[in-house]
């Protein structure tokens, strides 16, 4: 009798987690995600392959007690042998945390391609030339990762393997092609007092305001200083990174509130600074577009301050048709150093530029370039891959619009247009929009260009027929 009463105890313990999901509801807001959604059989009229996969995610996103039980064995693991069960936190040293996916960065492995870094600036290169064109000032600012500028408390065993990284070896290249831009982890490194969260991956409070003065210096605007201003220290801020890691266990991070006040009033319906579009106003003369990720979140409002209108979004790609929109007179690009991949991940929104090119150009019969075209209402959008063998590091890559007899040639931005979820050969691809206007609707050649060691060779070439390609 005893041992039945044994299996029954230990069955209905096992069984818990799945007949509490009757009523136990799961809250994701602490990790800054949301749970899966139960899998459907069907998808898009076809039988759901994945199903029976979807569903394990489901239950393990779903199963009662689950954030219960994550953070008793985060105690256990995190108090006994100082390792995190969550990949995406890493636990350091005096109580810091800090994000799993910074380690590569951080170590100097998996650095991206001397052609991928030329790539990431060159999209920038491109999108500050127009920016120039429509009269506005440019600036990209690249956002260290917390472990690059506080190595001192990751774990010992996080051995580096290089001191150059995809932020140094960008910084390089952005020098070379004249870009404007931050060194926000040069100057953040002049500071002796910590300006990011312990537990959470972004900076703090008194961390935006200084990063913020930076970025309106370098614009040479004028704003306020708040290294003069007074301010309290306020255990309120709730960190991503402890929330990952103990779901269960509140714990508040310190953080800087500053006296003064901001002045600038949100212009739409805004939840929190988190919000993917925001528009401002403040007496303030300027008008600013900003491009932003998570690190805005806290660097909004010292920016908002300073700017009579602005417009920040979390939007990619990169759409520059807002710079007209908004008659911005300012555009800054932030971005944070693990994200510096994604430059080259998304062609922007934009029209190439026209270009001159001189020199000899032969035409290669067998190369593996593609070219693909892909109608909007007003554009089309050009994009494929580049045989490698023909392209060097740094070379640029352009398409010939032949029309009417006349030639046109455009510089495309060496992205990738609609990533599949491979980063594979991501550092050959090209895309560029072009108005109806330039292509027009029929009877149309273009040619892919690129080249190496000073030569052009046309890659590709396909007719327009009636808005069709033709090969």
């Known amino acids: 009798m005893n041992r039945k009463i044994y299996v029954a105890v230990f069955i209905i313990i096992i069984s818990m987690p799945l007949i509490g999901m009757l009523w136990y509801q799961t809250d994701m807001t602490v990790e800054k995600r949301h749970a899966r959604a139960f899998p459907s059989i069907w998808k898009e009229e076809k039988l759901n392959v994945e199903f029976f996969t979807e569903l394990t995610d489901y239950f393990a996103d779903n199963f009662a007690f689950r954030q219960e039980l994550a953070t008793v064995d985060a105690v256990i693991k995190t108090s006994l042998f100082h390792v995190s069960n969550n990949e995406k936190v890493i636990v350091g040293e005096d109580g810091w945390l800090y994000l799993g996916e910074t380690k590569e960065d951080y170590l100097g492995r998996n650095t991206m391609s001397g052609r991928g870094i030329y790539n990431c600036a060159k999209v920038l290169n491109l999108l500050q030339e127009e920016a120039g064109k429509q009269g506005c000032q440019f600036l990209f600012v690249p956002v260290p990762n917390k472990n690059s500028l506080y190595p001192e408390y990751m774990p010992e065993w996080y051995m580096k393997q290089s001191t150059e990284n995809n932020y140094s070896q960008l910084v390089k290249e952005l020098g070379k092609q004249k870009v404007a831009f931050i060194d926000l982890k040069k100057e953040f490194s002049k500071k002796d007092n910590v300006l990011y969260h312990k537990l959470d991956t972004h900076w703090n409070n008194e961390g935006a305001a200084f990063a913020g003065g930076q970025i309106l210096e370098s614009l040479k605007k004028e704003h306020t200083d708040y290294t003069n201003e007074n301010y309290r220290v306020v255990n309120n801020f709730s960190g991503d990174l402890w929330g990952m890691l103990y779901p269960q266990w509140k ?181 560029i929009y072009l108005d109806e206007n330039v292509i027009g609707t029929e009877n149309c050649k273009l040619e892919v260009i690129t080249g190496r060691s000073g030569k052009y060779y046309i890659l590709k070439d396909c007719l327009i027929y009636k808005g069709e390609k033709g090969e």
Request: aromatic share 12%; hydrophobic share 35%.
């Open 251 to 431: 714990k508040l991070d310190a953080d800087i509130i500053y006296d003064r006040e901001h002045i600038f009033e949100y212009c739409n319906d805004v939840n929190t600074t988190e919000d993917m579009f925001i528009e401002t106003k403040s007496q303030k003369d300027g008008s600013l577009v900003m491009f932003r990720d998570s690190f805005g979140n806290a660097l909004l409002p010292f920016l908002a301050d300073e700017y009579g209108e602005a417009y920040f979004t979390k939007a990619v790609p990169y759409n520059w048709n807002l710079l007209e929109q908004y008659g911005a007179d300012t555009v800054v690009i932030e971005l944070t150093e693990r994200h510096i991949p994604s430059l080259q991940q998304e062609i922007p929104v934009m029209q190439g530029p026209e270009r001159k090119l001189k020199g000899t150009m032969e035409r290669i019969s067998q190369s593996n370039t593609t070219l693909n075209i892909r109608k909007t209402e007003n554009q089309y959008i050009l994009y494929g891959m580049m045989d490698a063998s023909y392209v060097e590091d740094n070379f640029d890559v352009f398409i010939k619009v032949i029309r009417d007899g006349k030639e046109s040639i455009y510089e495309a931005f060496p992205a990738v247009y609609e990533m599949d979820g491979s980063e594979e050969n991501q550092d050959y691809q090209y895309g």
